[in-house]
C-alpha cells in the first residue's frame, strides 16, 4: 500500500490557469507539508498543516494555498500560475521527526 | 541561504569504496536528519541524530554530529551501485520546519 499518493504525477498547463495537486497519507500522521524542488534540486518547504494549523513559509506566494478536507488530506491549490512555478511538488507527512514523502508532481508551466 | 549544505555537491566512486558527504547548517538544531532521493523520486527517511548524540550507526551508514562546528557527515561504507542517489541533509532549527540542504549527488560505478 502506498503510503504517501499523489496525484497526478504529471501536471502540464498554460500561464495564468489555475491547478490543484491532490495529497493523500493512510499513515495516520497528524502533521502534512508541502515542498517544492527546483531544477537545482533544492528542496524548500512551503507548507506545515497540523491539527487544523497552518504554518507558511513566508517566501510562498499567496497564489499558493493548501486545503485540507480531513486529516488524510492536504491539497495544494495554486491561482495564477506563472513561469517559475515548474518544479516538482513534494507531499509529505510525519508524526514525530521522520518525514514521508509522495512520489512528487511534475509541474509544467508553458 | 540554505540551512543545511552538503558538500561535496557531486560524488563519484567506484563499488566497494566509502563514500563520505558533509553537511554543514548555521541556527542551533533539535535533531539533524539525512535522507535519500532516488531519480524522480520522493526522499526516503534515513537516519536521525540528535542534538546530544555525536554518532550513530544504522546498516551500513554512519552518522556523525559536531554541534560546537555545526557539521554532520554521513559515511556510506562499501557502497553499490544501488546507492546511486542523492543525499540530503535535513535540520529542524528554529521554528521547527525541516530545513534541506541542497543535496550531494553520488555516484557509484560498478
Known amino acids: 500500500d502506498t503510503a504517501v499518493s499523489q496525484t497526478p504525477k504529471y501536471l502540464v498547463t498554460q500561464m495564468g490557469n489555475d491547478k490543484s495537486i491532490k495529497c493523500e497519507q493512510n499513515l495516520g500522521h497528524d502533521t502534512m507539508y508541502w515542498y517544492k524542488q527546483d531544477s537545482k534540486k533544492f528542496l524548500k518547504i512551503m507548507f506545515s498543516y497540523n491539527n487544523k494549523e497552518l504554518i507558511i513559509n513566508e517566501t510562498v506566494p499567496n497564489r499558493f494555498s493548501p486545503k485540507s478536507p480531513d486529516k488524510a488530506h492536504l491539497n495544494l491549490h495554486i491561482n495564477s500560475l506563472e513561469l517559475g512555478d515548474s518544479a516538482v511538488y513534494f507531499c509529505a507527512s510525519s508524526s514525530t521527526n521522520e518525514q514521508f514523502f509522495g512520489p512528487g508532481t511534475r509541474l509544467t508551466v508553458l | 541561504s540554505q540551512q543545511g549544505e552538503e558538500d561535496p555537491q557531486a560524488l563519484s566512486i567506484q563499488e566497494g569504496e566509502n563514500a563520505t558527504m558533509n553537511c554543514s547548517y548555521k541556527t542551533s538544531i533539535n535533531n539533524l536528519q539525512w535522507y535519500r532521493q532516488n531519480s524522480g523520486r520522493g526522499l526516503v527517511h534515513l537516519i536521525l541524530?540528535?542534538?546530544?548524540?555525536r554518532e550513530k550507526h544504522s546498516g551500513r551508514l554512519r552518522v556523525t554530529l559536531d554541534t560546537s562546528k555545526k557539521s554532520s557527515s554521513l559515511l556510506i561504507t562499501a557502497s553499490r551501485a544501488a546507492d546511486t542517489a542523492s543525499y540530503f541533509c535535513?535540520?529542524?532549527?528554529?521554528?521547527?520546519?525541516?530545513?534541506f540542504g541542497g543535496g550531494t549527488r553520488l555516484m557509484v560505478k560498478p
Open positions: 541524530i540528535r542534538s546530544n548524540e
Open positions: 535535513a535540520t529542524v532549527p528554529a521554528g521547527n520546519m525541516l530545513t
